[in-house]
């Protein structure tokens, strides 16, 4: 027995070292790469360790691929890696429609509509609808709103709505107004029914009157629906993205969005805001919040008004062309009602405020009624016009803005004549509310913007449109820089989500959402930066899109 104590002995040492020199198995390695982690130091690395959906380590790559042993090995082959991008503000339902609607974006007159139209009524005889978008009459040469008599010369018997690119008008034809039995002008909080100079229905429905006629288009069933939003999320994957905010859903759409993503049948994490109606606020607030792996609801979305290139901008003084000021969606006191009520609540608040009296009026709400307002993170979503006085209640009262930078290159070549040159100054001034606030959560608006979130950043940073127009940038004084470009989409952006400590950076313990590009957004030249491709898209570890 003494002479087997010794050899027991050495075989344990020896499985002792065999086990401490023996790599962890892990589920994979990307390495030779320039990884940008956006953390609090904004350093970058070479590579990254990733095991169960989670980030383990970073560093670079010789270190890395000692350490561990990988089931896979990805050489990134000296690309660019970036946290996942986070888009602060879409829709992700109206996306899915807008892909299967006929499409007027870019439409340069109301006869090229027409002629969109026709071409697709020909293509899909079955539709009992005909459902467009993205058309605007500021691209058109007379710059007026469209009337619905050439849809009821061409389109008698279908009906039909269009709806304009903001989203916040539609043009609709005399069979769609009879499905909705309007057949004459009436008052509408938060809306109108637009009508001739003889008092006759002209076609055009603002804001809170569209609900009267889209309530009656049919809804699509579960698994058309499924397709769709899948369909939609690998489009959102092909440019990076890999969270999103989904801003203001109904409760129909939140359920069906529940029973998706627990069958698995959607990836892409979704931030989904509560559209706040006095029932859905009654039922949220009873049911409480909803956090699962890739589906959180733990806000409320807001409308405070309508839009700018529409004139529904809810603004101080009227417009600089038009004899208007805008509207509230709801009575003040009734916005201030529910702010109140949600601000005893858990839930969070984010408000869709464009016009300068808009965003006043739900400021001081919500200063009137937060207590300890660094700990809600309520929101402004667009922030679009900002009265000089009113900027430092961002700082004053801890409010998010939430902006999409395309809106001001996509708004620039119109907006002075809706605003005029001096109130235009506080129009789109996202260096200004980073300053305000100490952050900036970035979006796109999709489907009103397009989708990709370089489009995004270069409007950011370049204030420029896809042709580099205007020369030297559009109020280049609201220009950011591109590290806080870079923050606005993934850390911040995160952060305005309640999300910062899982997602938003490389770091360790967090999850594994990154994207792998083509070429470096942080060095590009600012007139490559909207044609960079996506390589690879990555959520918890798994590769989702790769080109």
Same mark, same amino acid.
């Given at each position: 027995?003494?002479?087997?104590?010794p050899r027991?002995v050495g075989?344990c040492?020896l499985?002792?070292l065999i086990a401490?020199?023996t790599? %962890?198995?892990?589920?994979?390695?990307?390495?030779?790469?320039?990884? &940008?982690?956006?953390?609090s130091?904004f350093?970058? #690395?070479e590579?990254v360790a990733i095991?169960?959906?989670?980030?383990?380590d970073?560093?670079?790559?010789q270190?890395?691929l000692?350490?561990y042993?990988?089931?896979?090995l990805? /050489?990134?082959?000296?690309?660019?890696?970036?946290p996942?991008?986070?888009?602060?503000?879409?829709?992700?339902?109206?996306?899915?429609?807008?892909?299967?609607?006929?499409?007027?974006?870019g439409?340069?007159s109301y006869?090229?509509?027409?002629?969109?139209?026709?071409d697709?009524?020909?293509k899909?005889?079955?539709?009992s609808w005909?459902?467009g978008?993205?058309?605007d009459q500021?691209l058109?040469?007379?710059?007026?709103f469209?009337?619905?008599?050439s849809l009821d010369?061409?389109f008698p018997?279908?009906p039909?709505?269009?709806?304009?690119?903001?989203?916040?008008a539609?043009?609709?034809?005399?069979?769609?107004?009879?499905?909705?039995?309007?057949?004459?002008?009436?008052?509408?909080?938060g809306g109108l029914?637009?009508s /001739?100079?003889?008092?006759?229905?002209?076609?055009?429905?603002l804001?809170?009157?569209m609900?009267?006629?889209s309530d009656?288009?049919?809804m699509?069933?579960?698994?058309?629906l499924?397709r769709?939003?899948?369909?939609?999320?690998?489009?959102l994957?092909?440019?990076?993205?890999?969270?999103?905010?989904d801003a203001?859903?109904t409760e129909?759409?939140?359920?069906?969005?529940k029973?998706l993503?627990n069958?698995d049948?959607?990836?892409?994490?979704?931030y989904?805001?509560?559209?706040?109606?006095?029932k859905?606020v009654?039922?949220y607030?009873?049911a409480?919040t909803?956090?699962?792996?890739?589906?959180?609801v733990r806000?409320?979305?807001?409308?405070?008004?309508?839009?700018?290139g529409?004139?529904?901008a809810c603004?101080l003084?009227?417009y600089?062309?038009?004899?208007?000021?805008?509207f509230?969606?709801?009575?003040?006191?009734?916005?201030?009602q529910l702010i109140?009520?949600?601000?005893?609540?858990?839930?969070?608040?984010n408000?869709?405020?464009?016009?300068?009296?808009?965003?006043?009026?739900?400021l001081?709400?919500?200063?009137?009624?937060?207590?300890?307002p660094?700990?809600?993170r309520?929101?402004?979503e667009?922030a679009?016009?900002?009265a000089?006085?009113d900027?430092?209640?961002?700082a %004053?009262?801890?409010?998010i803005?939430?902006v999409?930078p395309?809106?001001?290159t996509?708004d620039? &070549?119109?907006?002075?004549?809706?605003?005029?040159?001096e109130?235009?100054?506080?129009a789109?001034?996202y260096?200004?509310?980073?300053? %305000?606030?100490g952050l900036?959560?970035?979006?796109?608006d999709?489907? #009103?913007?397009h989708?990709?979130?370089?489009?995004?950043?270069?409007?950011?940073?370049?204030?420029?449109?896809?042709t580099g127009f205007?020369?030297?940038?559009f %109020?280049?004084?609201n220009a950011i820089?591109?590290?806080?470009?870079l923050?606005?989409?993934?850390?911040w952006?995160a952060?305005a989500?309640?999300?910062e400590?899982?997602?938003?950076?490389?770091?360790k313990?967090?999850?594994a959402?990154? #994207?792998?590009?083509?070429?470096?957004?942080?060095?590009?030249?600012p007139?490559a930066?909207r044609?960079?491709?996506?390589i690879?898209? #990555?959520v918890?570890?798994?590769?989702?899109?790769k080109r």
């Open positions: 027995m003494r002479h087997l104590i027991i075989i040492c499985l002792s401490c020199t790599n %962890q198995q892990i589920d994979l390695i990307v390495y030779n790469a320039k990884v &940008y982690t956006v953390d130091s350093r970058t #690395v590579a095991n169960n959906g989670v980030f383990i970073l560093g670079n790559s270190d890395l000692q350490k042993k990988a089931k896979e990805l /050489d990134a082959k000296g690309k660019y890696i970036y996942g991008f986070y888009d602060s503000h879409g829709h992700f339902f109206l996306l899915a429609d807008a892909m299967e609607e006929v499409s007027l974006l439409t340069r006869d090229e509509l027409l002629e969109r139209l026709k697709y009524v020909a899909n005889p079955d539709k005909i459902i978008n993205g058309w500021n058109w040469p007379d710059k007026e469209p009337t619905k008599d010369k061409y018997d279908i039909i709505f269009l709806s304009r690119v903001d989203y916040h539609a043009l609709v034809n005399s069979q769609a107004l009879k499905q909705a039995s309007i057949d004459t002008v009436f008052h509408i909080e029914i637009s /001739d100079e003889e008092g006759k229905l002209d076609g055009i429905l804001d809170n009157a609900k009267l006629v009656h288009i049919p699509e069933d579960t698994k058309v499924a769709m939003l899948k369909r939609t999320q690998d489009s994957f092909a440019v990076g993205l890999t969270s999103i905010v203001g859903l129909q759409q939140i359920e069906s969005l029973i993503y069958a049948s959607l990836q892409i994490r979704n989904a805001m509560v559209r706040a109606t006095p859905s009654k039922n607030l009873r409480g909803f956090e699962s792996e890739r589906l959180t806000s409320f979305k807001l409308m405070a008004d309508g839009a700018l529409s004139r529904g603004l003084h009227p600089h062309d038009a004899p208007t000021s805008g509230l969606l709801e009575k003040p006191e009734e916005f201030d109140k009520q949600l601000a005893a609540s858990n839930f969070q608040v408000t869709h405020a464009i016009g300068d009296s808009a965003n006043r009026i739900i001081d709400s919500y200063g009137r009624h937060l207590k300890n660094h700990d809600r309520w929101r402004i667009h679009q016009i900002i000089p006085s900027f430092h209640k961002f %004053q009262y801890a409010i803005p939430s999409q395309t809106h001001a996509s620039m &070549y119109w907006a002075k004549d809706r605003l005029g040159a109130r235009l100054k506080g789109y001034a260096k200004e509310l980073l300053e %305000q606030y900036l959560a970035l979006g796109s999709f489907p #009103v913007e989708y990709n979130p370089l489009y995004g950043f270069h409007a950011a940073v370049a204030r420029v449109d896809k205007p020369k030297g940038g %109020q280049m004084e820089s591109r590290e806080q470009a923050r606005g989409m993934t850390i952006a952060y989500c309640f999300q400590k899982k997602r938003g950076s490389i770091e313990g967090k999850d959402d990154f #994207v792998i590009l083509e070429d470096d957004i942080m060095m590009a030249k007139e930066l044609d960079i491709k996506t690879r898209t #990555v918890a570890g798994e590769t989702v899109f």
